[in-house]
């Protein structure tokens, strides 16, 4: 079965070496819970690295949002760690209060600010979640705040644009991406985002740099060195994998097929 088909009932999930999953935000409206959920259910792995903004620490200030979606992937998740899978938690800017539980572990998951994965072939890559390599959070906190507010605002317009999308019969689109991709300031904010961890692995002495935060699913080599970013699950819904003989790939999660099958699953519930 390819990574991004739907999976069968009677099928053995897909194994890899490693997956990378990051920005989730569980605790926003705008989360994909349910299609992550599907994706955890049909993929397993010998290491899940959760590269930051897991749970939404900001939004759950706000107001409290918490679906019973969000739980199941928090159990999945710790089942997994129960199962033998090594989970490691990497603390983003949204979950940072994280942070002052560094180095400790709560439910077979270790909390970290960074780490390294060794491939099956040898190279090292640094796993950070990539929020202190951004200067507006660095330095205008504020500002960031105030663009995650207008960020929540584009996920509302776009949820229901998207409702009007599945009706006829079209698949997901992202209007926030689209935004990003078009805006100038944008492009050049990543594209310096990009260039400034590449930059910091390769001084560390890294082959690469694994990575969240900016929303963009990617790898690509820069200058010599590995970049990959994993995406998130509010919508890319994509992942980033280390195979069984050692390749990376970037999975998209098909939106129309989760859609499809959750039809199928209430269908046979009835």
């Known amino acids: 079965m390819k990574p991004n088909e739907p999976m069968e009932f009677d099928e053995v999930p897909t194994r890899y070496r490693a997956i990378w999953i990051s920005d989730i935000h569980l605790g926003t409206p705008g989360c994909k819970a349910d299609f992550l ?58 979950d940072e209060a994280l942070r002052q539980f560094l180095g400790m572990a709560f439910g077979d998951i270790q909390i970290l600010d960074e780490t390294t994965h060794t491939m099956l072939d040898g190279r090292e890559l640094w796993v950070t979640h990539g929020d202190l390599f951004d200067g507006v959070i660095q330095h205008a906190k504020w500002l960031a705040y105030l663009g995650d507010s207008l960020y929540t605002v584009i996920l509302k317009m776009n949820h229901y644009f998207n409702q009007i999308r599945h009706r006829c019969g079209l698949s997901y689109w992202s209007l926030s991406q689209f935004l990003k991709h078009k805006v100038k300031n944008a492009v050049s904010f990543i594209t310096d985002f990009e260039e400034a961890l590449t930059a910091e692995a390769r001084r560390r002495g890294y082959d690469g740099v694994v990575c969240g935060h900016i929303h963009k699913p990617e790898i690509r080599e820069i200058n010599g060195i590995l970049y990959c970013n994993d995406g998130d699950w509010v919508e890319s819904l994509s992942a980033l994998v280390e195979t069984n003989t050692g390749e990376l790939k970037i999975i998209h999660w098909p939106y129309r097929a989760s859609l499809e099958r959750q039809d199928i699953r209430h269908a046979i519930a009835v």
């Open 37 to 94: 959920l599907d994706f955890l259910r049909c993929n397993e792995s010998k290491h899940l690295y959760l590269v930051g903004d897991i749970i939404d620490g900001w939004q759950l200030k706000k107001g409290w949002y918490w679906r019973q979606s969000h739980n199941d992937v928090v159990q999945k998740i710790l089942r997994k760690a129960r199962k033998g899978t090594k989970v490691t938690y990497i603390a983003g800017n949204h």
